[in-house]
């Protein structure tokens, strides 16, 4: 019997991979890199200076920068995604969320955010799901990013409740594997063939069927 869903929130909740996306093409360009989709998929999940630190390997520049350097790059790339973000309201959370999160809720299963992203409590405000959250994992609490269990795993421990009773939602493939890793399910959103290691994979959060997981 599961008591716990845990959601991503970028990609899974709203559509804010995108803007992720758009603020790091925007600091890649300043640098010469030239990223694209594709390559975007092994940043899904990824914490933002671990994101950089892939962004200048694939550049070949990881050595040109200073810790001082990186930290100001990331910087600047909060701030433009901050403000790309600062508009979001509930019209911005993806289609049935909020059907979801009132199925789960009637059920009595705890919903918890598991993001990477140090904005989750932002967004969470922004998209007006408050009230529904019972837990927000702070990814500074936790040792290792995804795709490491720490995240998943801090949510399930303060909750009180056993990893194994405890179902993952994510669109990354490094959020699916940190899912696996804890032990919990794994529902992924998107593509079957990148999200390989998920239990199940819906196309959107809408398609998402609670009797199938429950
Ligand atoms: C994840 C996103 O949810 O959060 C990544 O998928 C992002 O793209 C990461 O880099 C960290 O987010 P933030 O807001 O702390 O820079
Ligand atoms: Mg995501």
């Not at 433009?80 to 309201?89: A, D, S």
């Not at 529902?187 to 990148?194: F, L, P, Q």
Request: net charge negative.
């Amino acid at each position: 019997q599961y008591k716990c869903f845990i959601f991503d929130m970028d990609g899974v909740i709203t559509e804010t991979s995108e803007q992720h996306y758009q603020a790091w093409k925007q600091c890649a360009d300043e640098l010469g890199i030239d990223i694209d989709r594709t390559f975007n998929e092994k940043l899904k999940g990824v914490s933002r200076m671990d994101s950089l630190e892939r962004i200048l390997a694939y550049g070949n520049r990881s050595h040109d920068f200073t810790a001082e350097e990186k930290a100001e790059l990331a910087y600047k790339k909060n701030e433009n995604y901050k403000e790309m973000i600062l508009k979001c309201t509930e019209d911005d959370l993806f289609e049935g969320v909020k059907e979801l999160f009132e199925g789960l809720k009637e059920k009595g299963i705890k919903i918890a955010i598991g993001s990477a992203s140090k904005n989750a409590p932002t967004l969470v405000n922004l998209l007006g799901i408050k009230d529904y959250i019972d837990y927000i994992v702070d990814p500074a609490s936790v040792e290792k990013g995804k795709p490491a269990p720490d995240i998943f795993l801090k949510a399930a421990h303060d909750l009180g409740i056993d990893p194994s009773a405890c179902v993952g939602v994510e669109d990354a493939e490094a959020g699916v594997e940190a899912i696996k890793s804890a032990g919990m399910l794994a529902v992924g959103i998107g593509e079957a063939s990148v999200l390989h290691q998920a239990d199940m994979v819906y196309a959107h959060t809408k398609d998402i069927q609670l009797a199938d997981i429950l």
